[in-house]
């Protein structure tokens, strides 16, 4: 079982930054890909960024390609997504989630979801 915490969700005026974290319990945190994902009202759960478990392979939506950065940290059990540029058509409420082994950008990939937290970008 993993359990998973995100944290670090606000609300940032457009052109602002953000970096959510999200901490995982377990100890074989290194061995599951980490995604995030967001979903804004009314809209289906969307794929935003995934790292693989050694954190050497990263792939990004293309609406965030550029502007957002995963990164993990397996000594602490957590990953990240640096968030930057916003754009009001990146609010939404972002999650963490975790699938043993290498994972996909399907969210019906991954087994393990965090509560979310949410992200507001004011125009």
């Known amino acids: 079982q993993v359990q998973l915490v995100e944290s670090g969700g606000g609300l940032v005026q457009a052109g602002g930054s953000l970096r959510l974290s999200c901490a995982a319990s377990g100890r074989t945190f290194s061995s599951y890909t980490m995604g995030w994902f967001r979903q804004a009202p009314g809209k289906e759960r969307e794929f935003v960024a995934r790292?693989?478990?050694?954190?050497?392979?990263?792939y990004y939506s293309d609406s965030v390609k550029g502007r957002f950065t995963i990164s993990r940290d397996n000594a602490k059990n957590t990953v990240y997504l640096q968030m930057n540029s916003l754009k009001p058509e990146d609010t939404a409420n972002y999650y963490c989630?975790?699938?043993?082994?290498?994972?996909?950008?399907?969210?019906?990939?991954?087994?393990?979801w965090g509560q979310g937290t949410q992200v507001t970008v004011s125009s």
């Open positions: 989630a975790a699938t043993y082994g290498l994972g996909t950008s399907n969210r019906y990939n991954y087994n393990y």
């Open positions: 790292i693989t478990g050694s954190g050497a392979s990263t």
